[in-house]
């Protein structure tokens, strides 16, 4: 019998786990994750008026509730917690799914500004990730630009437009659903480089800023205009040509009053962030105006424009982060691997796989993890017979718990859960409403936690 764990309960951790337990009718996988709650950006990077991909965690659950799958939360893995030497001794194998967890930088000048943040941190605050600050994201800001024309940039330009009506039924914290409802953001301006051929959003999501309530969406036809593809989009792919489309109906589309409006601009590049007075805070972004170069880049022609902001959200993209004990390249933010295998010095490291962004950078959708966790799984059973078994007998819960480490279980998370729906109840929300910080998560989990396990918790348990 294989011994397995899985570090990160994210899409990729689920759907490797998922995956041994298909293939390998004997295996027991313990999906281990820092935090006590489990699905990962699922959870805490899903936007909270989009109940449809939310209701993903359905299916996630399905799999973390296999009688051959044993979730356990709040646990840290690498620095300040359990290192990774010693998952190898108390499991056959580990695949660490640790995701992508910096944000890019634009690394141009007065990005560090008050009032500059990267989208994550804005989506960690509205999402009650509990290791959120709450920057007053919104306090005094009546204009905002988003830099990036992704999905992520859409989700944080769309929660800025929508009103307290459409936000209270989520399961937002009830403190970033009173600021949101206070927000005197009037103007939002959703940034790209390059044009909407090249953008990275889908078109789901683009016309969903089309149907905001209270809010007009401006593109102006000229910016447009510059893509190659935007007279003829025939040529391109499914998404970048539906996109083109949908854009192309809202050229030149009048103001009609509202009280909220969203520029969608095209081919400006950052260059500063300007400083208001006091020179401590944002009060603008300076912009490039770009040109396609014919490679499908662009370059930058020495026309400028200022657009007055009080908040910047930069949303360019993430990077994975060194966990201490593993090989990292430090170029492209992943594990060296091969086809998922673990590579120190160029060696197949025995034991240790990777899975998701930490393999192969952060790339795809949710469902871009189904393929890879099945490589890496399907590696992982090929070297079954050649692992050196160095878990013991004893299950290695029964060990942790000996050295007071006390995980939340199963039964702590869904303690949770209680505890967030009687907290929406009592709000008189239509739905449960997330847990916003440590303290109360762990309470909440304690409720749900063996007397005998509660009164082992030490300072080895996250938070």
Request: neutral net charge; contains cysteine; proline residues 7%.
């Amino acid at each position: 019998m294989l011994r397995v764990a899985v570090i990160g309960s994210g899409p990729s951790g689920v759907y490797t786990a998922q995956n041994l337990v298909q293939l390998d009718p004997e295996v027991r996988v313990d999906v281990i994750d820092r935090l006590p709650c489990p699905y990962g950006l699922v959870r805490y990077g899903v936007a909270p008026d989009h109940e449809k991909i939310k209701s993903l965690q359905n299916n996630l659950r399905t799999v973390l509730e296999h009688d051959r799958v044993r979730f356990l939360g709040g646990v840290e893995i690498g620095a300040g917690g359990i290192a990774v030497e010693r998952l190898r001794e108390l499991y056959d194998a580990v695949v660490y799914c640790v995701g992508a967890a910096a944000d890019r930088r634009l690394s141009i000048p007065g990005e560090d500004l008050r009032g500059s943040w990267s989208a994550t941190e804005f989506v960690s605050w509205y999402s009650a990730h509990p290791d959120a600050v709450d920057g007053g994201f919104v306090r005094d800001a009546r204009s905002a630009v988003v830099i990036g024309v992704g999905n992520v940039a859409v989700d944080v330009t769309r929660i800025l437009a929508r009103g307290a009506a459409e936000l209270r039924p989520t399961d937002m914290p009830e403190a970033a659903l009173t600021a949101l409802t206070a927000s005197r953001v009037t103007d939002i301006h959703m940034v790209g480089r390059r044009g909407p051929s090249q953008a990275r959003f889908t078109t789901k999501e683009l016309r969903e800023l089309g149907g905001l309530p209270d809010t007009d969406i401006l593109l102006d036809a000229a910016e447009l205009s510059l893509d190659p593809a935007y007279g003829d989009p025939s040529g391109l792919p499914a998404v970048q040509r539906r996109n083109v489309e949908a854009l192309r109906a809202w050229v030149d589309r009048p103001a009609s009053g509202t009280a909220r409006r969203i520029h969608a601009r095209f081919f400006l590049r950052p260059v500063a962030f300007l400083p208001d007075p006091s020179g401590t805070r944002v009060a603008g972004v300076r912009f490039e105006r770009t040109r396609p170069d014919g490679t499908g880049g662009v370059t930058g022609t020495g026309v400028y424009e200022e657009v007055p902001a009080q908040l910047v959200l930069r949303s360019v993209g993430y990077r994975g982060v060194p966990l201490e004990g593993l090989p990292f390249d430090a170029h492209s933010g992943t594990v060296p691997h091969r086809a998922g295998r673990v590579l120190r010095e160029g060696v197949v490291a025995p034991g240790e796989y990777v899975a998701g962004w930490i393999k192969r950078g952060p790339t795809g959708v949710i469902g871009t993890n189904r393929p890879c966790a099945k490589e890496t799984v399907t590696s992982l059973l090929e070297d079954a017979a050649m692992i050196e078994r160095t878990s013991p007998l004893e299950d290695p819960l029964t060990r942790w718990r000996a050295e007071g480490i006390a995980p939340v279980e199963w039964t702590g998370w869904r303690a949770i859960e209680r505890a967030e729906a009687a907290l929406g109840a009592s709000l008189g929300r239509g739905s449960g409403v997330k847990l916003p910080d440590w303290p109360s998560l762990m309470s909440a989990a304690g409720e749900g936690t063996a007397p005998e396990a509660r009164d082992s918790r030490s300072t080895h348990t996250a938070g």
